[in-house]
């Protein structure tokens, strides 16, 4: 009864509204933070969800949490391409597109650093396993196959590796 029928493809629903439960406060939490709009932040975390809905009626997850979580970062990051596309596109920005020019804000300026210190903390914190992982992956851009021969592991150890880096980063940058 947990699971269901969608165009012959099986969802889980009791893991995906879990996880939606505990991980939509977090998440919109995050995307206000990124993009200091709560109307923007409110469809990225529907989008989000919306893309973690159609991966698990490919392939069922485990820790959708992990994956969502990967999700929210690339629709950051398609965001912002996005934005520079229309700038190039565009050309220069029109006078309903320009914030007035103000003093960085100290606050954001002390966050920031704040934030770095916390990733850094928590990348440290990671289990020395999980934390080569997820710098093979990071900083040097290698594949889970790639990362899977160097270390002879299997993918799936990779991507719970990867996926248990994420959350607990996460789990840092949020204060929980």
């Known amino acids: 009864m947990g699971v269901v029928l969608l165009a012959?493809?099986?969802?889980?629903?009791?893991?995906?509204?879990?996880t939606y439960r505990t991980q939509a406060p977090g998440l919109l939490r995050y995307f206000k933070r990124q993009t200091r709009d709560s109307d923007d932040a409110s469809d990225l975390m529907q989008e989000a969800f919306v893309r973690l809905t159609a991966h698990m009626?490919?392939?069922?997850l485990s820790h959708p949490a992990s994956y969502l979580q990967k999700i929210a970062r690339n629709l950051l990051v398609d965001r912002i391409?996005?934005?520079?596309?229309?700038?190039?596109?565009f050309g220069k920005q029109t006078a309903e597109d320009?914030?007035?020019?103000?003093?960085?804000?100290q606050g954001l300026a002390i966050e920031g650093v704040d934030s770095l210190r916390l990733y850094r903390q928590a990348v440290a914190a990671l289990p020395q396993r999980t934390r080569q992982?997820?710098?093979?992956?990071?900083?040097k851009g290698m594949t889970y196959?790639?990362?899977?021969?160097?270390?002879?592991i299997s993918i799936p150890t990779v991507q719970y590796h990867f996926?248990?880096?994420?959350?607990?980063?996460?789990q840092a940058l949020d204060g929980e």
């Open 133 to 139: 992982v997820f710098i093979m992956q990071r900083a």
């Open 81 to 89: 391409r996005l934005s520079k596309r229309a700038e190039a596109a």
């Open 57 to 60: 009626r490919k392939t069922p």
């Open 8 to 18: 012959d493809e099986e969802i889980d629903t009791p893991l995906l509204a879990q």
């Open 163 to 170: 996926g248990r880096a994420l959350a607990r980063i996460a």
């Open 145 to 152: 196959k790639q990362i899977s021969e160097e270390l002879g």
């Open 98 to 105: 320009v914030e007035i020019a103000v003093e960085p804000d």
